[in-house]
T-cell receptor
Framework: GAVVSQHPSWVICKSGTSVKIECRSL??????MFWYRQFPKQSLMLMAT?????????EQGVEKDKFLINHASLTLSTLTVTSAHPEDSSFYIC???????????FGPGTRLTVL | DAKTTQPTSMDCAEGRAANLPCNHS???????VYWYRQIHSQGPQYIIH???NNETNEMASLIITEDRKSSTLILPHATLRDTAVYYC?????????????FGGGTRVLVKP
């Protein structure tokens, strides 16, 4: 149990386009989901925390208008990178907290490459 | 959350125990020690966590010093599949609604 999936697993897009990444909790309900970004050879950096049905809380330095987060249901959160640029190329990882649980379960990540 | 200090990298032999140290000298009384690992190009995987007492599960053992200023993650019989970056994180409370702050971690290479 406690499986988190992400789709797509990788995506290549042109500069200026928008990309949507989905994060799903497959076998549990997740009240809280987290979005991280990881550049090559670096650690994970938390971007934002989203609670189902409410606005996401963004970390300092993360542009909320560029990284749109929607957590419309207890099993799905989406991250949309708007007007993507090459510097947005990164590994994006989500995690989810089970309803009533303690641990965060991580998705497999989505590798975004912006040309 | 308290900061942690880990060695940048370490090698260990397949089949032997791997002991991964972590310093968290500024840890507060209500902060837990968590360990995650990240295999290349995958999401992090939870390993174990503890507050004061030593903990053991099917993956590893966690030894926390009496003053709680450091801990050691022990992989009892390392396999090649244990090659990964291991992150030691301290976090207030056990509620996962609290954020996880990842440091640099230790890059562990298990060699045949």
């Amino acid at each position: 149990g406690a499986v988190v999936s992400q789709h797509p697993s990788w995506v290549i897009c042109k500069s200026g386009t928008s990309v949507k990444i989905e994060c799903r909790s497959l076998d549990f309900q997740a009240t809280t989901m987290f979005w991280y970004r990881q550049f090559p050879k670096q650690s994970l950096m938390l971007m934002a925390t989203s609670n189902e049905g409410s606005k996401a809380t963004y970390e300092q330095g993360v542009e909320k208008d560029k990284f749109l987060i929607n957590h419309a249901s207890l099993t799905l959160s989406t991250l949309t990178v708007t007007s993507a640029h090459p510097e947005d190329s990164s590994f994006y990882i989500c995690s989810a907290r089970r309803l009533g649980g303690n641990e965060q379960f991580f998705g497999p990540g989505t590798r975004l490459t912006v040309l | 959350d308290a900061k942690t200090t880990q060695p940048t990298s370490m090698d260990c032999a397949e089949g032997r125990a791997a002991n991964l140290p972590c310093n968290h000298s500024t840890i507060s009384g209500n902060e837990y020690v968590y360990w995650y690992r990240q295999i290349h190009s995958q999401g992090p995987q939870y390993i174990i966590h503890g507050l004061k007492n030593n903990e053991t599960n099917e993956m590893a053992s966690l030894i926390i010093t009496e003053d709680r200023k450091s801990s050691t993650l022990i992989l009892p019989h390392a396999t090649l599949r244990d090659t990964a970056v291991y992150y030691c994180i301290v976090r207030v409370g056990e509620a996962a609604g609290n954020k996880l702050t990842f440091g640099g971690g230790t890059r562990v290479l298990v060699k045949p």
